[in-house]
């Protein structure tokens, strides 16, 4: 992936700009079998690509020192291709295709300060996720693409801000159409469009600094994702990976020692219940878990951090599907112990 951005530094600017060129091509290899005790069963071999090309702009006019609008444009090309080969039970099976697509997304934007510390804002933003091809091959079905995901977001919010508080408050509706989702049999599943969805909710945001260097933020969220009627296999179900809310809360601290500063952070997370499957057979319900880390910054461009997720070892899981009558699941790896290293060279 890269990417080439330009902006506008500065403040007191009538008008700020952001430029952008964007790229990602990906290219995949995946061999698999499936063999019973008395013949080989399937076996397979496909090869996948995608690329991306995108050049987007954003632009904010400061009409007043309290009122600005926005607006910004991205242009895309995508372009994919498939090809493999495998047979089934003897059976030979084989295609390939290739795919291109163009999108334009907009985005437009107004804010206003109704006090020096109080804004408020609207946003209208589409969004996308490419078209292509599945990475696992499937015997007996042509080499069709997924269509592109598609979505528009509606924003409502708000921003207070002080030297000691920050409060932060949005709404939001979302529409999605051409829902990309994984369906299908166990070892077979392949992503298509599953139709369209609607979410609606509200998050909320607030920290407070109650000491020099040291802060104690809360966050939360409560979201409602569900398949529309025009949905022909999961119309008025919940999405999946979709939790009905969620919360966090983290002190973070800096504290100035002659070697350099200490950085601790003690967080716990909530994470509300949520489905694996667009039949809403699969579910996780809600779970905790803490975290902590310290860090230090131990030179101007050196900063080392050594952190523990998951402190208490909480288990849940991560995923799940249904084979034959029974469910299965996949669990997280648990408590994780590790250290990060940053090393600023410019």
Known sequence: ????????????????????????????????????????????TGYTTAETLAAYSDLTWHLTDRFDIGGGVRFSHDKSSTQYHGSMLGNPFGDQGKSNDDQVLGQLSAGYMLTDDWRVYTRVAQGYKPSGYNIVPTAGLDAKPFVAEKSINYELGTRYETADVTLQAATFYTHTKDMQLYSGPVGM???????KADATGVELEAKWRFAPGWSWDINGNVIRSEFTNDSELYHGNRVPFVPRYGAGSSVNGVIDTRYGALMPRLAVNLVGPHYFDGDNQLRQGTYATLDS?????????????????????RRYRTYGYMNGSSAVAQVNMGRTVGINTRIDFF
């Open 189 to 195: 599943q392949t992503l298509s469009n599953a139709g």
């Open 1 to 44: 992936m890269q990417e080439l951005r330009a902006a506008t530094l500065g403040d007191a600017r009538t008008v700020d700009m952001v430029f952008g060129l964007y790229r990602q091509n990906t290219r995949e290899k995946l061999n698999s079998a499936y063999d019973m005790p008395t013949m080989p069963y399937l076996s397979s």
């Open 293 to 313: 880390s310290l860090g230090w910054q131990a030179t101007e461009r050196m900063n080392i951090s050594v952190y523990v997720d998951n402190l208490f070892d």
